[in-house]
């Protein structure tokens, strides 16, 4: 087989030690070191001095950065594979084994490295998942709120669309001080809520107790910290993607897409798409397109794989949310899989939609175009009105077309 390479190596990475094996003409060379960043120095010295021009790594965990983190700056070729990529021959499973593998596999050119931003974006990355992972703990902290209430038999839920809303919010804080007279508490209902103080106030009647006003007052207390967390990490991300200002204001016309979305969406894509030949490589490497598993002339499932999961959610929340719009054509398009394929995949498909859009504007500088939610029927206007008279027919009635006057 031909080499590729002639001076490469293949790193195996653990928690406490690291695996080089270095290729080079003359042989092969096997070291241990230590994940210490004076062992990682030492690791980067041994690599220089053997004058290695490519080195691959799995990408197990967090433990491949601060490897990587050490040697981006060397003017090697940095490789992070896909550890399922490059399964070992069964049998003889050593760590010297598992890095010369690596290494034979690179010098032969047979791996792919995984898209790794550089140092800036990665850490604008980390920002925007920490601040997703926040928004997932505040609203685990609602629903913790919730079902305290539930405890205390009060059913603010039932009334209330939300329970940490302004009337909701004083109505909490009231509770926990140890106000729990009904007719108190429904005079804090604001807005709308006010016509409903009579469900309201049987709502509130409950058995709130020491023990529910501590847990509330708590909750709370979660509550307004995870906010100015949030808060402050949307000033820093605002701050570190002001570059990214036009393409964000463009993304976030697309219907069901926040702006909050389109920052995380252009964190795990970058806003450079020169990387990605078609809109069908990016989809492929989101893996929110099908899979291709066909032997024997049948198709089996195509499932579609493990990818980016903080990418995949925050298409999946974007679908989802567009799916609840009206007259535009991604609602009009989810609506139409919905009722043949069902709500999940109608949901997959959608979130390949709205990728592919954002794609094609990234690339082309250009703004959403709307093609309306009618887009489908016109494209084949007939097959719409076959369709609509069979199932009027269907029902037992005779229909006559005329065409309205202009």
Known sequence: MEVVYKQCCGLDVHQKSVVACVMMPKGKESRTFGTMTQDLLELSDWLVSCGVTHVAMESTGVLWKPVYNL?????????????????????????????????????????????IPDRPNRELRELVRYRRSLIQQRAQAVNRIQKVLEGA?????????????????????AISSGQDDPDTLVLLAKGRLQSKRVELKQALRGLTGPHQRLLIQSLLRQ?????????????????????????????????????RTAEELLAEIGPDMSRFPSAAHLASWARICPGNNESAGKRKSSHIGQGNRWLRSALVEAARATAHTKNNYLSAQYHRLAARRGSNRATIALAHTILVIIYYMLVRGTSYHELGGNYFDERNEQAAIKRAVNHIEQLGYKVTLELAAS
């Open 153 to 173: 038999n009060i059913k603010l839920s039932s009334v209330a669309s939300d329970i940490t809303g302004v009337s909701g919010r004083a109505m909490l804080e």
């Open 71 to 115: 040697l981006e700056g060397l003017g090697l070729t940095l490789l992070v594979v896909n550890a399922h990529h490059i399964k070992s021959v069964p049998g003889r499973k050593t760590d010297m084994k598992d890095a010369e593998w690596i290494a034979k596999l690179l010098q032969h050119g047979l791996l792919r490295g995984s898209y």
């Open 223 to 259: 509550l307004d910290f995870l906010a100015n967390e949030v808060t402050s990490l949307d000033k820093e991300i605002a701050d570190r993607m002001v570059s990214c200002e036009e393409a964000i204001n463009r993304i976030d016309t697309i219907p069901g897409v926040g702006r």
